[in-house]
């Protein structure tokens, strides 16, 4: 696969006008990859506000069709990079196998969902979700840093853009246009609580529900399961 590397991009991270991804080991893709989303991370300090949106369209044009490279090696989500010096913990990985949905699964935002925006995990709301509540029958709660977290929802988000096989299930939203979304993470992003869950086992989480508006924006995303989809 050849790659069309935005003038930007190119300069940012030092690439030629053109990445050929069949030359690229296994883990200088990965890096690649991991690579564009920290330049997403960083939006806000390298373009104009005017020009963010564009500058992260650009970035998630390159990065889907290079999920979908792991995805086609059977391998949905690249090993985490994490930094040294990051002393979040990050829950482990459940081993099991990997599974294919045995139906076709809608995906209207296919090539139509925008970057993940820069505030995710900010919102009121969004910040419930990193702790327990009983509040609710079901509650997902996230197993890693906010900086882990907007590492797994930008990878399902590559999911839905690229209309691979780990979303796994999707419904509509109650506002027109919109769509809810399960994705299949293949590794632990956190757990379930909620009065439902009392006096149970813990119920690791491995999959990730992303809600999207019309225009494909993510509003809202957590940890989630088939069972309660």
Do not use: C
């Not at 991991?34 to 373009?47: C, F, I, M, P």
């Not at 900086?147 to 096989?165: E, F, L, P, T, Y």
Request: charged share 20%; proline share 7%.
């Amino acid at each position: 696969m050849i790659l069309d590397i935005p003038p930007i991009i190119q300069k940012l991270l030092t690439l030629p006008a053109k990445v050929d991804t069949d030359t690229l080991t296994a883990q200088q893709l990965e890096q690649l990859y991991h690579n564009l989303h920290g330049l997403s991370d960083r939006a806000d300090e390298l373009v104009k506000p005017d020009d963010r949106e564009t500058f992260q369209d650009m970035i998630l044009s390159l990065t889907a069709p290079i999920f979908g490279l792991f995805v086609q090696l059977n391998d949905p989500q690249p090993d985490q990079v994490m930094n040294d010096n990051d002393s979040d913990q990050v829950m482990n990985s459940v081993p099991q196998q990997k599974q294919k949905p045995k139906q076709k699964v809608a995906i209207p935002h296919k090539g139509a969902m925008k970057y993940l925006r820069s505030n995710f995990g900010k919102e009121v709301h969004e910040k419930m979700h990193f702790a327990p509540t009983d509040q609710k029958a079901y509650h997902g709660v996230w197993g890693g840093s906010l900086k882990q977290v907007r590492q797994w929802v930008s990878m399902a988000i590559d999911s839905i853009h690229g209309g691979d096989d780990y979303v796994v299930a999707s419904k509509p939203g109650q506002k027109n246009g919109s769509r809810t979304y399960l994705v299949f993470m293949n590794t632990t992003v956190g757990y379930l609580s909620g009065s439902a869950m009392a006096n149970q086992p813990e119920q690791l989480a491995t999959h990730i529900e992303v809600y999207v508006d019309r225009n494909g924006t993510t509003v809202s995303a957590f940890p989630s399961d088939p069972n309660i989809f």
